[in-house]
């Protein structure tokens, strides 16, 4: 028996605050992995994962307890453990003005890997990678899916024995989502290593051989994926909404009931789990419940749970009701081009939304989603085509327009050093927001986001879901009747995505037109409609259901529509 490739004894790790509060971290875990396997560490955002990971690579220390790592203790040799690991961390730092080529040279610079061995391993990581096509590529104009990719093939340029992934696929679209999964599973299969990674997708926690779920601080699960599905059997069942109702609606009441565990939608339905003890009785009784098999998932909603963790919170209400008929067009855009020099971002797309409707733009990472977005909100002109929003004509009136948006960008920027009041305040008086009206709104944000916890708290220390929360509440102090969400769960956890959810499905009940683009492909059962976009056409656009046709799931169906599409384009050529 090989010993394990990672130990942990009553590991503790604890942090200061600027404010002088000492969070606690990780809190006296124990738990082992085991030499040439896979483990999926998961948990809520500030559950302690990154922590976790790096203490495991020497990069800080515990405040007690034992770890272990390859046989060596991480505190007494650090180096001596990093010479033999690799880590990935969430921003894997890449040379944007460098090369694919470049970057992969840097990196083989620092692990001292020799030219005999860089002549071995190229070949194979760029066959992995697919990514020989662009060797002299700048890596800063990579889609974010190739640069996930770049930065797993310069982590792996060493040949390590232990691999540690921080959120490796957050922000990437299900295609390069299962390219970079096909890496780490040849990986582990046919070299033996042993990978360690951290996921929000729990739907990747059901391909490894371990799970260790970690809620503040502590281990609230570790064992087979499969032992963590059963703690839901028996209790997971699929709930049709009544004709006319849109499944997320459905959901929002079902959060409202006592019993109930969790809601999702899922293709057309609302997956929900009961409490342990719970009969459908009541309102409860009067749906048509079918009975489904347990995830993954479903077993780690149920834990949160139990650990009095998973708080919803309330359903959001704005002060001023949206005005106008719900069968109005707010949005209308006809024959859109961008061009980039020479370079077609944006190619004659069309498509319209109406007031109060949830729409959503899904896409392979590069495809010109956030492009499409920047120029319907006037942050960008252009090339080509007709755009108007809220009746204003965006070629010659863009910032009465702007006037009546609400804007959360892929990267938004809060200001780090600024605390939650600070960042809001300057939010407010940058939309124009003056005296008793800022102050109104502010106490409005804190009180509908529930930040007043955090208000003192630089943005940059608190958990990444309350940054989420900040974000949005920045983008609707002004009241826009139309909000723009570009890529807003990305990274988050499966309970903060919930309540992004159950937030946004109120705002569009109450008026608000939204549209959002994520990779998360079952959050595109939340949308009334949704269009696919790749290389800056659409390629399909209509209802979830329509689009979802005999496929199983939302992500079948765009990885298929994607793929035709690509392999037409193919044929022609």
Not at 23 to 34: G, K, P, S, Y
Not at 157 to 171: I, K, Y
Not at 276 to 297: K, M, R, S, V
Not at 409 to 432: H, I, M, P, R, T
């Amino acid at each position: 028996m090989n010993p394990p490739a990672l130990s942990a004894a009553a590991v503790t790790k604890r942090f200061k605050r600027k404010t002088g509060e000492t969070v606690t971290a990780l809190d006296d875990i124990a738990f082992e992995v085991a030499s040439g396997t896979l483990t999926a560490l998961v948990g809520p955002d500030g559950a302690g994962k990154t922590t976790l990971l790096r203490l495991a690579c020497g990069l800080i220390a515990a405040d007690g307890g034992a770890l272990n790592v390859l046989g060596l203790d991480v505190a007494a040799s650090p180096q001596r453990v990093q010479d033999r690991i690799a880590y990935m961390p969430q921003r894997f730092g890449l040379y944007e003005d460098l090369s694919v080529q470049e970057n992969l040279d840097l990196y083989a610079d620092l692990h001292g890997i020799t030219a005999a061995e860089r002549r071995e391993q190229y070949p194979r990581l760029m066959e992995m990678t697919a990514l020989a096509p662009f060797l002299r590529r700048p890596a800063g104009q990579l889609s974010g899916g190739m640069k996930q990719k770049l930065g797993l093939a310069c982590t792996l340029v060493r040949q390590p024995e232990f691999l540690l992934l921080d959120e490796p696929t957050a922000g990437v679209d299900p295609l390069s989502r299962h390219e970079l999964w096909k890496i780490i599973l040849d990986y582990v299969a046919k070299r033996h290593t042993t990978v360690l990674i951290a996921t929000s997708y729990l739907d990747e926690a059901e391909r490894c051989g371990q799970a260790i779920v970690l809620h503040q601080g502590r281990i609230l699960a570790d064992g087979a994926p499969s032992e963590v599905s059963r703690l839901a059997d028996g209790r997971v069942f699929l709930v049709a909404p009544p004709p006319g109702q849109p499944p997320r609606s459905l959901q929002a009441r079902l959060f409202e009931m006592p019993g109930i565990v969790d809601a999702v939608p899922q293709a057309g339905r609302v997956r929900i789990i009961l409490g342990e003890e719970e009969q459908p009785t009541g309102a409860l009784a009067n749906l048509d419940l079918a009975p489904t098999p347990a995830h993954f998932e479903d077993g780690f909603m149920v834990l949160l749970r139990q650990a009095e963790a998973a708080h919803i919170g309330p359903m959001m209400n704005l002060e001023q009701a949206i005005t106008g008929n719900r069968d109005d067009t707010v949005i209308e855009v006809r024959d859109l081009v961008r061009m980039f020099g020479g370079f077609t971002a944006v190619n004659h797309i069309s498509f319209g939304v109406g007031r109060g409707e949830l729409f959503g733009l899904l896409g392979p990472n590069g495809a010109g989603k956030t492009t499409t977005f920047r120029m319907v909100c006037g942050l960008l002109p252009a090339t080509g085509g007709t755009l108007r929003v809220a009746g204003v004509d965006l070629h010659t009136a863009r910032a009465s327009a702007r006037q009546r948006i609400g804007y959360v960008a892929q990267k938004f920027s809060l200001y780090g050093d600024l605390s939650v009041w600070e960042n809001l305040d300057f939010f407010a008086s940058a939309y124009g927001l003056r005296n008793r009206h800022k102050r109104q709104r502010i106490d409005w944000a804190l009180a509908q986001f529930e930040l007043g916890a955090y208000t003192d708290i630089p943005s940059k220390q608190i958990p990444g879901g309350f940054k989420q929360r900040l974000a949005i509440a920045a983008a609707l102090l002004h009241e826009p009747e139309i909000l723009f969400l570009d890529e807003p769960t990305s990274g988050a956890d499966p309970l903060a995505r919930r309540e992004f959810w159950r937030r946004i499905t109120a705002l569009a009940e109450q008026g608000v037109t939204v549209i959002v683009t994520t990779h998360f492909m079952e959050e595109a059962e939340y949308c009334d409609r949704v269009a696919i976009l790749d290389e800056g056409r659409i390629l399909a656009q209509g209802t979830p259901a329509e689009l979802r046709g005999h496929e199983a799931s939302m992500e079948d169906a765009f990885i298929a529509i994607v793929l035709a599409a690509r392999e037409a384009e193919r044929g022609a050529a």
